[in-house]
T-cell receptor
Framework: DVKVTQSSRYLVKRTGEKVFLECVQDMDHENMFWYRQDPGLGLRLIYFSYDVKMKEKGDIPEGYSVSREKKERFSLILESASTNQTSMYLC????????????FGEGSWLTVV | QKEVEQNSGPLSVPEGAIASLNCTYSDRGSQSFFWYRQYSGKSPELIMSIYSNGDKEDGRFTAQLNKASQYVSLLIRDSQPSDSATYLCAVIGNSGYALNFGKGTSLLVTP
């Protein structure tokens, strides 16, 4: 089975803090994604990566950055957390070819106070 | 902006009935279509994928795709209370990698 692991499940951070959300997948997938999910807005793509050190902006990249130094790991960084970044963050991965099934981690619940 | 539209519901069906969930999409170049189920507080889990026009069956679930009408649906036969969840329609465009999601339809199966 595909395993996408988000190490931090529940976080509470202060406004202005730098926040790291880590994601690891164990299926040698080329593609990795970060989404956020908010009530009434659905899932929205923040960033994705199709290869090590490669990244592409999604629909809502403002206020976020990403890092992919190793194939299995994709990190989401909030440079200066704000209250409007309180959300559930979902990491996902898929095999290299376009159109392949995307598998999700369990999610990270971030509250910024 | 490439849109994926779903009726938010809630859709309420009695136990044992067929639940029909519908989705339309705006990107005519879309090639890959998925249905995910999401329980409250949990992450989405894949139910089915469909790539070609027609029907695809997997157990109690049938996905239907009509690319000409830009329409994809999910039928759940013999609905169970455990099927109560939000169902997310998702689409990958031509040469794309990332999913574009609808906002989901809430399904309630009543005993």
């Amino acid at each position: 089975d595909v395993k996408v692991t988000q190490s931090s499940r529940y976080l509470v951070k202060r406004t202005g803090e730098k926040v790291f959300l880590e994601c690891v997948q164990d299926m040698d997938h080329e593609n990795m994604f970060w989404y956020r999910q908010d009530p009434g807005l659905g899932l929205r793509l923040i960033y994705f990566s199709y290869d090590v050190k490669m990244k592409e902006k999604g629909d809502i990249p403002e206020g976020y950055s990403v890092s992919r130094e190793k194939k299995e790991r994709f990190s989401l960084i909030l440079e200066s957390a704000s209250t409007n970044q309180t959300s559930m963050y979902l990491c996902a991965s898929s095999l290299g070819a376009s159109g392949n099934t995307i598998y999700f981690g369990e999610g990270s619940w971030l509250t910024v106070v | 902006q490439k849109e994926v539209e779903q009726n938010s519901g809630p859709l309420s069906v009695p136990e044992g009935a067929i639940a029909s969930l519908n989705c339309t999409y705006s990107d005519r170049g879309s090639q890959s279509f998925f249905w995910y189920r999401q329980y409250s507080g949990k992450s989405p889990e894949l139910i089915m994928s469909i790539y070609s026009n027609g029907d695809k069956e997997d157990g109690r679930f049938t996905a239907q795709l009509n690319k000409a009408s830009q329409y994809v649906s999910l039928l759940i036969r013999d609905s169970q209370p455990s099927d109560s969840a939000t169902y997310l329609c998702a689409v990958i465009g031509n040469s794309g990698y990332a999913l574009n999601f609808g906002k989901g339809t809430s399904l309630l199966v009543t005993p």
